[in-house]
């Protein structure tokens, strides 16, 4: 079993890389992939770029080139719902593409071809990313203290619907409008949905846990900056590292 790792910020691919064992570099398509190991897992982790098309690209690339057997996205979100703030973590149920919209021909947010107008991710990887999203919260008491200095107390875990878009949510109107057309919809990011729809393509496994940078009430980049700065790689380190340890004790490995 080989394990694909895709972080949509260049910080957390960099903390992740320097665990890795055995570690090999090649580059293809603009982009760096990392051949190791995480823990005894084997591993191809990689920045996936910004945006959709960049990430369904790099997406593809793990399962074609390297043949990743399944994939772990992590990154950071913005909250949706007044539920959720700032270090919160959502796994992801569905992913929608929220600026997809091919009427009259096709139902507003249908993926063209598919007759989906999201991609869900199976029970049993939802249950693997919450477990690993749990375990870390728990365990990490020093890292939870370190957020406790940053006025971020007791991180929550939510399941939940994720959507992405080219589209960056800078504004609370831009995130309420997003909410009407998708109420189901916890948090959005950029690339989640398009890594869903390569899986979905592929048969591959699909884990998504996205780590909220800006809360519904709090739309602004200096906070999702400073956060992604202080926290966001350690947050990605400890889930993919716990999802890894998850791998092992399964026997998949």
């Known amino acids: 079993m080989k394990l694909g790792l895709i972080g949509s910020m260049p910080e957390d691919m960099e903390r992740i890389l320097k665990t890795l064992g055995n570690k090999q570099i090649y580059e293809r398509g603009n982009r760096v992939f990392y051949k190791g190991t995480l823990l005894g897992v084997p591993v191809v982790a990689v920045f996936s770029r910004w945006g959709k098309v960049a990430a369904a690209a790099t997406a593809t690339n793990l399962i074609v080139e390297y043949g990743v057997d399944q994939i772990f996205f992590t990154g950071v979100a913005s909250a949706l719902s007044a539920d959720l703030h700032v270090g919160d973590v959502v796994v992801a149920q569905r992913l929608f593409q929220h600026d997809m919209d091919a009427r009259p021909r096709m139902r507003r947010f249908e993926i063209p071809l598919t007759g989906k107008t999201s991609f869900e991710i199976t029970e049993r ?129």
């Open 125 to 253: 990887q939802q249950e693997m990313a919450r477990q690993s999203v749990y375990n870390f919260l728990k365990n990490a008491k020093d890292f939870r203290a370190a957020l406790a200095e940053n006025y971020i107390d007791q991180p929550h875990l939510l399941v939940g619907d994720i959507a992405s878009g080219d589209l960056y949510l800078s504004t609370q109107d831009m995130c309420k409008a997003l909410n009407r057309n998708l109420p189901s919809v916890l948090c959005a990011d950029m690339e989640s949905a398009a890594v869903a729809q390569v899986c979905d393509d592929y048969g591959i496994p699909l884990c998504v846990a996205m780590v909220i940078s800006n809360g519904f009430e709090e739309k602004h980049a200096d906070v999702a900056r400073e956060f992604v700065e202080r926290h966001s790689a350690d947050y990605s380190l400890a889930i993919v590292s716990e999802y890894a340890a998850l791998l092992q004790l399964a026997g998949l490995v």
